[in-house]
């Protein structure tokens, strides 16, 4: 499978995980996608291989995931769970055929999707029973999974390392403050850690002051001896192993 190949690559290539890295590396994704064309489209103009996260409860889902796969984009499906609502979200207690029906129903709102992160989520991603499920069932369908981290509690990432499916993990929200200055300074906060640890994944949002700072600032990235690469490069550069904030030595806490 594809994502076998992309972690045994990460692995030959020996990465350091928390000595200071000459070349460091940054994947950024866009949560909360298929809700407007115009916050849609603007995120798909930004410079580089940004990843779009597509909600599938939204007007757009489907359209603008054909756009972003024929504009070149990574498609992941952001997938709601736990204290999200809707017809796709996952809850404790349902049922594991009624996870699998809303899974493959919102694959389907989300075409091209390579892989899957969690919106909202933070009681859902410490259901050890469902995390292990799901990570069983994204391997089979040779899907990647991003925790987004949106609770010390989650054992989301740590399960899809036990199970070896391909995985990476958030390292920083950008806009949990949506002020210039704010985003401005945590994707700063961003670049250092990835300089100091070899890389970092950041989470934003399509809000105008988040596109507005990443218009700004993306194309001075190379300047700043960071390289911006899509998730399946990153799960290389990785390889399913936990950055030092997450665990120890490589594994993943809350295991």
Do not use: C
């Not at 115009?38 to 756009?67: C, K, N, W, Y």
């Not at 499906?77 to 609502?85: G, Q, S, V, Y």
């Not at 945590?186 to 970092?200: D, E, F, N, T």
């Amino acid at each position: 499978m594809r994502y076998l190949l992309y972690l045994l690559i990460g692995l030959m290539a020996g990465v350091a995980h928390a000595a200071p890295t000459s070349q460091a590396y940054m994947s950024i994704i866009i949560d909360d996608l298929g809700q407007s064309p115009e916050r849609d489209s603007r995120t798909l103009a930004l410079p580089g291989p940004v990843t779009m996260a597509i909600m599938p409860d939204t007007p757009h889902a489907t359209d603008f995931a054909r756009q972003a796969h024929k504009a070149g984009k990574t498609v992941i499906l952001h997938m709601p769970m736990d204290p999200a609502t809707g017809p796709y979200a996952w809850h404790p207690g349902v049922p594991q055929d009624e996870l699998a029906r809303r899974l493959d129903a919102a694959l389907a709102k989300v075409p091209y999707a390579a892989g899957v992160n969690n919106h909202m989520g933070s009681r859902m991603t410490a259901q050890r029973d469902a995390m292990t499920w799901l990570m069983g069932e994204l391997q089979r369908r040779d899907l990647f999974f991003v925790d987004s981290r949106t609770s010390a509690a989650t054992v989301a990432a740590a399960q899809a390392q036990a199970q070896g499916t391909a995985n990476v993990s958030r390292d920083v929200f950008l806009d949990d403050d949506r002020t210039p200055e704010a985003i401005t300074h945590q994707l700063h906060q961003g670049i250092a850690l990835a300089r100091k640890q070899g890389s970092a994944v950041l989470i934003g949002h399509p809000y105008p002051q988040t596109l507005e700072v990443l218009e700004r600032e993306l194309p001075n990235l190379t300047r700043q001896g960071v390289k911006l690469i899509n998730l399946q490069q990153m799960i290389a550069e990785r390889s399913n192993l936990a950055m030092p904030a997450h665990g120890k030595q490589g594994r993943y806490s809350n295991r």
